[in-house]
């Protein structure tokens, strides 16, 4: 499960805060809220993530790559 922790390093190296829960036997839900958006990421077993954005119009807008994004746009 080493992508999790790397998805945790790079927000914490971004200083991004979020909340890690779990409803779902599979999968680590990792919970960001930056200005304007909310960004739920589901971190499956298996190593992969689907990233949603709610931001008006809320559903999956992309994968990890849209995600590396919005932290270089959201650094401390």
Same mark, same amino acid.
């Given at each position: 499960?080493?992508? @999790?922790?790397? %998805?945790? $390093?790079?927000?914490? &190296? /971004?200083?991004? +805060?979020? *909340?890690?829960?779990?409803?779902?036997? $599979? *999968?680590? %839900?990792?919970?960001? *809220?930056?200005?304007?958006?909310?960004?739920?990421?589901?971190?499956?077993?298996?190593? +992969? /993530?689907?990233?949603?954005?709610?931001?008006?119009?809320?559903?999956?807008?992309?994968?990890?790559? %849209? @995600?590396?994004?919005?932290?270089?746009?959201?650094? &401390?």
């Amino acid at each position: 499960m080493n992508s @999790l922790f790397d %998805l945790l $390093e790079k927000l914490d &190296d /971004a200083r991004i +805060h979020y *909340t890690l829960s779990r409803s779902r036997p $599979e *999968t680590v %839900l990792v919970s960001v *809220t930056v200005v304007g958006m909310r960004i739920e990421i589901d971190v499956f077993r298996d190593g +992969h /993530a689907e990233v949603c954005i709610f931001s008006g119009s809320e559903g999956e807008v992309g994968g990890l790559e %849209l @995600l590396d994004e919005i932290i270089r746009n959201n650094r &401390d």
